[in-house]
């Protein structure tokens, strides 16, 4: 029997892959470098912590205080830094071995922390989180005709982007002890003061802007706010997750979130997943089986 845990954490993960590729689709309208990147985070940010501040005072939520308010900034610095270097990676055209190593390392990081903190969650899900990753690996990394050769220094963005996120989810579940709403709206303080210093010091260091005067492209604005609806949605659910079951469960099924963003990427861009692909997402419904039992 499904978990509640588990559906809302698949639930995040339909929608975390669209934010991906919207965020992806976003950062290639913006040039594809720093600062055009940035824009595109600091944009859908901004409007994903305006919505969550107005649902929160709306319901009547208190505003978090100690841990769990440290930990909700700290998730949204290292979810800021993280989105930004993984959606240089997306948009340089490497979509899927990007989305593979930052899959696993997303889902890899919080199970172990879990298994540590929450003890062994039986040899049945271990098996199933393996499985996990293996599919997730078929899914994102499948050969593609339309990709492009992926570089050494946008393979370490894909690493350094997936140990991020890996950190983000754990923090995010110490921050989910504050409720929902609040936790992600304080991970945006995070990520908006993160990122806007960053921009600044690249500004700074680079003088003039990358080619146009500081705001973004029409398209660039319309994908990053798709962005902030899929990808607020999705770690409203993932928090959610959290809160219902193990992390462990949550990270590992949030992960598989590059089905959907090879499967956007298919419908939009007309890059067709592989039979390997196709296979990984089958043995993606044999994982989520055996971590659900």
Known sequence: MFQANAMLALAA?????????????????????????????LTSHAASFCVLVTIARIVGDRFPHG???????????????????????????????????????????PAAISIVREG????LRIVGFVIAGASIWMIAAGDNPEAKPVSSGTTWLAILSGAGFGLYFTALKFAGVAGIVWPMATARIGSLSTCSLVLLGTMLAGGRNEGHPGWLPRRAVLWALSTAVLD????????????????????????????????????????????????????????????TL
């Open 13 to 41: 993960a339909v929608l975390w892959g669209g934010g991906d590729f919207s965020g992806g689709m976003g950062a290639k309208q913006a040039g594809g470098a720093v600062r055009g990147t940035l824009r595109v985070v």
């Open 67 to 109: 841990a769990p308010l440290y930990w909700g900034v700290l998730a949204g610095v290292l979810g800021g830094l993280s989105l930004t270097g993984f959606y240089i990676a997306l948009s340089r055209g490497a979509m899927g071995i990007s989305a593979a190593i930052s899959g696993l390392l997303a889902a890899a990081i």
């Open 232 to 291: 607020t949605s999705g770690n409203l659910l993932f928090i959610a997750s959290t809160r219902a079951g193990r992390l462990d469960v949550a990270a590992v099924l949030a992960s598989l979130y590059p089905a959907s963003t090879i499967l956007l990427a298919a419908w939009m861009l007309h890059e067709w997943p592989t039979r390997r692909q196709g296979l990984g997402m089958l043995v993606a419904a044999a994982a989520v089986v055996m971590i």
């Open 120 to 123: 062994f969650p039986g040899w």
